[in-house]
């Protein structure tokens, strides 16, 4: 029954030149998100709104739950449209509408018209009239609620006519490419895949780095890695995935480090790493799933610890989130049952019993003295060799040390 969805948008800062800037980029989203789908779609603007029309037969459901994953909508109404064969038959259309819609007719309405095309014969105030008039006549269990309806009934006269009353939610944000692109550090833990959600949603596009540490860390921690970011590309489009051999700048650390402050040394090469290729890829951020407190490497000391190798802002959308309130994100969007396989992870790894939760930052910096021998040199290795993995949700590419 249903042709075409009409993409509500929420509109709030969005003027002017931006204004088309977010339009553009949520309509290119659209069409991205709807490649998979069966069937073929047109997305089209028309006088500041966004409409999908289906040129073949598709999905409902399919098709929904795709634009369900695009940020920047705010709504999906999906509409019926008709040919504009005069105002009874459009009452009668309008009528079977509501049959489809609603089998129980126990209810509110008001009807909403408006004209985009100025020859109607009937102006809005009367269709809205008229129309109402009609249905009472057709369902007389039907009861018109002016200020708040349980149905609200929209007729757009266009060339075509459209009626819609549904709204269902999208996920809200911005569409992703408004808002610059980010390099996120991406685990294979609950937390990262999260972060790396919450910053797309704000139009943000997304890079990836993945550190792993073979043969310490497995293939299967790998690909649970390239699953995660498959996921994740399903709400941001295509993922480029760096992945690190850290290994051998792993043990070297152990080697020369005292291993209280392994963690924290090693996040911060994984920081200094990530920020290379980050300004090599044209990120203007780093990104990571940290929460004050969570662990040790995540108290504020540890933090300003990490955070000072860096000169790229450093992104944590779930600084202030518990645990539990992570979850609930990951379960939502996702990446939660993945997320909890149970490979190992490289900073698991030669961990030490009691590590630092207040590291001194001018220890480190000494400490960190030991590795200056070898260290540049293994950094530059392991970035020489990073493998780069385009993730997308049908699938991936290997492109090896571009
Ligand atoms: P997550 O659930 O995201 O793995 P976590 O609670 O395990 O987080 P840490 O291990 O302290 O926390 O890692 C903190 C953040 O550092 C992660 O959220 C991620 O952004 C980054 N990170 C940690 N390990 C790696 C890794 N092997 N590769 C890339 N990024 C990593
Ligand atoms: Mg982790």
Known sequence: MFKAFLIKYAEIGVKGKNRYLFEDALAAQIKYALKKCEGEFLVHKTQGRIYVDALTEFDFEETTARLQKVFGISGICPVVYVEDEGFDK???DVIAYLDNVYPDKNKTFKVQARRARKNYPKDSMTINRDMGEAILNAYPSMHVDVHNPDILLNIEIREKIYIYSE???GPGGMP???GGKAMLLLSGGIDSPVAGYMIAKRGVKLDAVYFHAPPYTSERAKQKVIDLARIVSGYTGPIYLHIINFTDIQLYIYEKCPHEELTIIMRRYMMRIAERI????DCLGLVTGESI???????????MATNEVCELPVYRPLIGFDKQEIVQVSEKIETYETSILPYEDCCTIFVAKHPVTK?????????????WDKIEELVEEAIGTK???VCTESGTEVKKNT
């Open 359 to 371: 590291p001194n930052i001018k220890v480190i910096r000494r400490h960190e003295e030991n590795l």
């Open 167 to 169: 709204t269902i939610p």
């Open 176 to 178: 992703v490419g408004t």
């Open 278 to 281: 980050a300004k090599e890829t």
């Open 293 to 303: 407190g969570q662990v040790a490497s995540q108290t504020m000391h540890s933090l």
């Open 387 to 389: 493998e780069l993995v």
């Open 90 to 92: 459009l009452c009668l």
